[in-house]
């Protein structure tokens, strides 16, 4: 009996190995409710047919063809979610990302080309690993005393070793930081305007790159055809940042309206990871946790004010959580509600990890939204989260690449 019972469990929630991949017949979910996020009402009863990694069709016919029919019986149905900032460093993180119904994630740096890695697993065809794209190393104003330590890139790239002391960079080194991830074919530019502020050491309103280094890493990336995303706080850093050129400003939670006046007019997206600063002290938090809480709280009450305000005057908010999927971390579903709570509504909180997500990270032509040709990465809801944002806690199926990774009855 407990053998049996426990066949019943592994048949009803069935997450999927890359060996259990499935082939070319087309998978056809019947009954299914298609929420395509920059459209403003739902489609019901649609049948969507998947083959060969993308959506074939979307009707409101029953599908004829031959294939592995799933009776969605009206469960909702969304483009796999986008998480903007993540921190991916192991495989085991990536599946758990995968398992939220989050398919595709931008990496806002990893040490050992780790998001690089797990790219090419995606790209080859492994039905548990998101799409990724890579940022590799940032570039920063100093590489030795740079906390966390990622002195790992003179492992992955000896030829910096004149940069392994401690001081400045330099407009040069700027230039060389950016052309030695570009090697490495990463897809986005990571850069830091000001300091970090989850450390006792910095201050986040403290500029890190100085103008000429930041204009000199974005004049490199934009010369090699690549994105930036600026880590910055303070107007300063921000205005610095966007008079640069970068497409994303990260966390931002200091900014001002005539700052974000400047981020509409130049088209830059505002990723405020607002999750990442609602952290509540708990018995284990450490004496440094403690000491940083005040600072904290400042930045989600600043970063909900710049939130509300961008979203009156229209520059484009977008939602990332600025972690790395281990156990018990944050995902961009409390990111989305977190959006949600600080003045976007449900449909736009939902845009920020979906279709505007895409818009920003320039993948809007395969992801982000439920089309014929676009990639058959979904999520499926039992109800609708249109109405109710705690719904996107409960993915009952995930796609990825148009393979089954989980599936719950
Ligand atoms: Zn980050």
Redesign the pocket.
Known sequence: MKVRLSMILLLLVFISNPAFAQESLPLILAHANVINPADDAPWLDQTIVLQAGKIQSISSFPATLPGERMDLRGAWVLPGLIDA?V?LLNIAAARRMLSCGITTGRS??AWNYADVGLRELRKRGDADIPTILASGYPVLADLVRFKPDITAIFLDHPVLDDLRRPGRIGPDGARRIVRANAERQVEWIKIFANERAGILETEPGTRNLNDEELKAAVEEATRLGLPVAA?AYSDEGVTAAVNAGVRTI?HGSLITEPTLKLMRKRGTYFVP?LYGFSVALTPDSTPEERSLQPRIEMLLKCGRQAVATARRIGVPVVAGT?TGYEEKEPTVIDEIRQLASAGLSNLEAIRAATSLSAECLAISSAKGALKPGWDADLVVYKDNPLKDLSVLREPILVINGGKVFLRKE
């Open positions: 900032h921190h806002m740096f880590h990260e990871t600025d």
